[in-house]
């Protein structure tokens, strides 16, 4: 699996003309059909039809799903839905409050939570890693009071506003758009799941 933006005409032209390479082997990515079509809630009511576009290297022979930064690996919800979930439990919100404020199940959102925090020092290294790679001079966000979910989303948010600032034609990727590209799809994810991600490829998958 292969994060890439969120304009799949974008990702079409790329992919054809041989701009997105193998994260293994670094060879040319081609084009090998579709994955199955899946619908993701958006926000509110809204619902989106997702079908991400399947490629394949000639070189090491690996498949590769492109997903675009707007959805997580193997989650129903847009990543701006969780993505502000986890904004408003980082500000003091219970999970129950968030789930009916975003009109999802009680226990969708717990789940989301809980498996965000197992790994939230894990993320906020990451993030301040990526930080100090985008910004010479970084803002290193202050410690929430010991609080780790909360540091890791000050860390997130933190990058999202370094890499406009340094790419300003990127103004429009939200801060959840540059958390899936930077965790390759994988923020909400079982504890132990690494991810690893240079900057300019964090560029490539925003633009």
């Known amino acids: 699996m292969l994060t890439v933006e969120a304009d799949p005409i974008g990702v079409e032209k790329k992919l054809t003309s041989g701009e997105i390479n193998c994260p293994g082997c670094g ?18 009511p809204s ?6 576009r399947r490629s394949h290297c000639s070189t090491c022979r690996a498949t590769h799903v492109l997903l675009p ?47 965000f925090a197992r790994r939230a020092e894990e993320i906020r290294v990451l993030f301040t890693v990526l930080l100090t790679g985008v910004d010479p001079d970084p803002r290193i ?25 340094r790419w300003p034609a990127l103004g429009a990727a939200s801060p959840w ?9 994988r923020l909400i994810f079982p504890a132990g799941s690494r ?13």
Request: hydrophobic residues 55%; glycine residues 10%.
């Open 141 to 165: 966000p202050a410690a929430a009071g010991g609080d780790a979910l909360g540091d890791a989303v000050a860390a997130m948010l933190a990058l999202a506003e370094a890499v406009r600032r």
């Open 177 to 185: 758009q540059v958390a899936v590209a930077a965790t390759h799809g």
């Open 69 to 115: 930064v707007i959805a997580l690996l193997r989650r129903a919800d847009a990543a701006v839905v969780i993505g502000t979930a986890l904004l408003a439990k980082a500000r003091g919100a219970g999970h129950r409050a968030i789930a009916a404020a975003l009109g999802r199940p009680a226990e969708t959102v717990r789940g989301w939570l809980r498996s």
């Open 27 to 44: 060879s040319v990515l081609r084009p090998w059909g579709w994955a199955a079509m899946r619908v993701l809630r958006g926000e509110g």
């Open 195 to 207: 991810s690893s991600i240079n900057t300019s490829r964090l560029w490539e998958q925003l633009m």
């Open 47 to 52: 619902r989106l039809r997702l079908r991400p």
